[in-house]
């Protein structure tokens, strides 16, 4: 990786996710801004602004990208620079969502082109128009990383097909390209080298993280590449901890429980001097009030313990007091 790519991450990835799903109107308002501000004021350094693009099924090869209700272009542009304003380096991260609510790790076709079937050619075609632009909106704006997909498990697989997409993104943009796999697949990848950092959703049980992050060990090394979490986090929520991926698992709300996933979760990546840090999921534009904090179970810790207890972890490992 050439050194000013590597030295973009220094001296910790102390991330949140903003915005998501992205839905047109949400994004270029007061309460947006203030939501940003509010981020900011929790220790963080970089934001990934996260959006969703939709297509109809798994099955089809249509990316809807210009249309409502992604956010629109100028929309994107407002938090860029809102972020930047309040000093946070940005990652990019347009994602494809089914609006059947099917989860895009499903999407697939045929292993080959079959004539009158949808094909994974045609749906790259699509998908590379979108990511294309983001990678244009990237680049004019200055962002420092791009993330070119999320949790894809299906598409893993076309290593060709990411190979060159990866190649075209880097004819327009200049900055970090990473790839977000999702959980347990970071072994399965088998072309994180056209990427600069590895990155992954990290959403495992609270006693599994040693274990974890032992096998994702072998794949940094492996691949000499730095690695963060794109993703991780818990609801604030009884029984999340133990499936912190789970966002509709039944409980009652508990700031507790998700204070305890932070604590356990930092302390194991904390051990590991090869984990550059976390895009933490998730900030969402509209902040519910802080007065509603204790009854909100959502991954946000806006005004719960977790937040006090991120604030003060962040500014340490910003700070290198921890590392």
Not at 250 to 258: F, L, R
Not at 264 to 284: E, H, K, S, Y
Request: charged share 25%.
């Amino acid at each position: 990786m050439n050194a000013w790519r590597s030295t973009a991450l220094e001296p910790y990835v102390a991330g949140m996710t903003w915005g998501w799903t992205g839905v047109r109107g949400t994004w270029a308002t007061a309460e947006a801004s203030d939501s940003l501000r509010a981020m900011a004021d929790h220790g963080a350094n970089w934001t990934a602004l996260a959006y969703s693009a939709l297509q109809a099924t798994a099955q089809s090869t249509d990316v809807r990208f210009r249309e409502a209700p992604t956010v629109t272009d100028d929309e994107i542009v407002w938090a860029i620079r809102e972020a930047k304003a309040r000093g946070l380096k940005v990652c990019l991260k347009p994602v494809v969502n089914v609006a059947d609510g099917t989860w895009r790790a499903y999407i697939g076709f045929f292993d080959w082109d079959v004539p009158g079937e949808p094909s994974w050619t045609e749906w790259f075609a699509s998908y590379r128009e979108f990511i294309l632009h983001a990678a244009r909106l990237a680049e004019s704006e200055g962002c420092e990383m791009l993330c070119v997909g999320c949790e894809m498990v299906r598409a893993d697989a076309r290593a060709d097909q990411w190979r060159a997409l990866i190649a075209d993104v880097r004819e327009v943009y200049s900055g970090l390209i990473t790839y977000n796999c999702d959980k347990y697949q970071e072994d399965y990848v088998s072309w994180w080298d056209a990427v600069d950092v590895i990155t992954s959703s990290g959403y495992y049980p609270i006693d599994t993280w040693d274990a974890e992050l032992d096998r994702i060990e072998q794949v940094v090394a492996a691949h000499d590449k730095p690695f963060f979490f794109m993703e991780a986090g818990c609801p604030s929520r009884e029984g999340s901890p133990d499936r912190p991926n789970d966002w509709s698992l039944p409980g009652a709300p508990s700031g507790e429980a998700q204070l305890r996933y932070y604590e356990v979760m930092f302390a194991a990546c904390d051990a590991r001097p090869w984990m550059r840090g976390f895009m933490l999921w998730d900030w969402p534009p509209s902040l519910y009030a802080l007065d509603d904090a204790a009854r909100n179970d959502d991954y946000c810790p806006y005004g719960k313990p977790a937040g006090d207890f991120l604030r003060e972890k962040y500014t340490a490992l910003r700070d290198g007091s921890l590392r």
